[in-house]
């Protein structure tokens, strides 16, 4: 099968780990920066659809689009799907200072892709990660939630993994690997 697919991110992380994903598979996958309209939802998927949609239409071609959603359960899920807006207004210390007195440090990622070809409806492939927020943030740099979370099997926040291991954790998640099979099986 030799197919080409456009990944619409410009986070070359979230790239490296679909290009890893389809080695050897005949599908090349083609990196494309472009603003897509977030549209305000708090449901990641929602996000994801709308997004991968609209970025199809303007393209002509299959493409494909990752969103992703961080859960703080001490703060009732916030930040949530908000998160790439929050990191622009918000420090590591913002979320500190929200944290004040609470004990529960869970962090649930609920991650999404949606693949949608012009004209069609978007298929969805959702999965989760698991971690903890840090006690302190990292001083090392990143976006707030790099310098915070601290993915399950880790003892410090991202922002302090090197990338390799880093590509090796968001390679584990369920979401490219769900789309591979149904995208190798069509």
Known sequence: MDKVLVYVTGNE?????GTETFVNTGITLLQKKLDTPEIQSKSVEEVAKYSASWAS??????VIVTDAGFFIEALNGFPG???????????AEDY?????GKTNRRIIIQDC????SPNE??????????????????????TPIDRLFIPQGFSVPISEIPEEQMLAYW????????FKEYILNR
Not at 57 to 62: D, I
Not at 81 to 91: A, D, G, L, R, V
Not at 96 to 100: G, Q, V
Not at 171 to 178: A, D, P, T, Y
Request: charged fraction near 20%.
């Open 13 to 17: 992380i979230k790239f490296n780990v």
């Open 57 to 62: 239409e303007k393209l002509g071609k299959p």
């Open 81 to 91: 799907p908000f998160i790439k807006f929050i990191n622009q207004c918000f420090s």
């Open 96 to 100: 500190m200072n929200l944290m004040k």
């Open 113 to 116: 892709l949606a693949y949608c």
């Open 121 to 142: 409806e978007p298929i969805v492939f959702t999965g989760s990660y698991v971690g903890e927020l840090a006690i302190e943030p990292s001083t090392k740099p990143g």
């Open 171 to 178: 390679s584990s998640g369920e979401i490219m690997s769900k």
